[in-house]
């Protein structure tokens, strides 16, 4: 079992920066993938970025370059740093604990948290 704890969210201008951190506790943090999802009032929620238990990161083609994954094992962290940000970012972001296929695939576990607001507004 792992819980699953998101901040940093927040009203930014386009442009702007944020830094969403996800708190784990439970079991084994590191042995799990992990990854950010978003999802957009009226929209499916969608994969963002994810991170493999070796620290290898995969990016959404939409965020790729203003995205960044990262984690700290010894914290039970995970992070997304999200620069040059556009109101098409405007969403509630979630982490999630998962597996990756050797082929990279992601597979996400019923490990969610509650959500982070970001919203991109001028």
């Known amino acids: 079992q792992v819980q699953l704890v998101e901040s940093g969210g927040g009203l930014v201008q386009p442009g702007g920066s944020l830094r969403l951190s996800c708190a784990a506790s439970?079991?084994?943090?590191?042995?799990?993938?992990m990854a950010w999802y978003r999802q957009a009032p009226g929209k499916r929620r969608e994969l963002v970025a994810h991170?493999?238990?070796?620290?290898?990161?995969n990016y959404a083609d939409s965020v790729k370059g203003r995205f960044t994954i990262s984690r700290d094992n010894a914290k039970n962290t995970v992070y997304l740093q999200i620069n040059s940000l556009e109101p098409d970012d405007t969403a509630v972001y979630y982490c999630?604990?998962?597996?990756?296929?050797?082929?990279?695939?992601?597979?996400?576990?019923?490990?969610w948290g509650q959500g982070t607001q970001v919203t991109v507004s001028s």
């Open positions: 999630n604990a998962g597996r990756t296929y050797t082929s990279g695939t992601y597979l996400s576990l019923n490990y």
């Open positions: 439970g079991s084994s943090f590191s042995i799990y993938a």
């Open positions: 991170i493999t238990s070796g620290g290898s990161t």
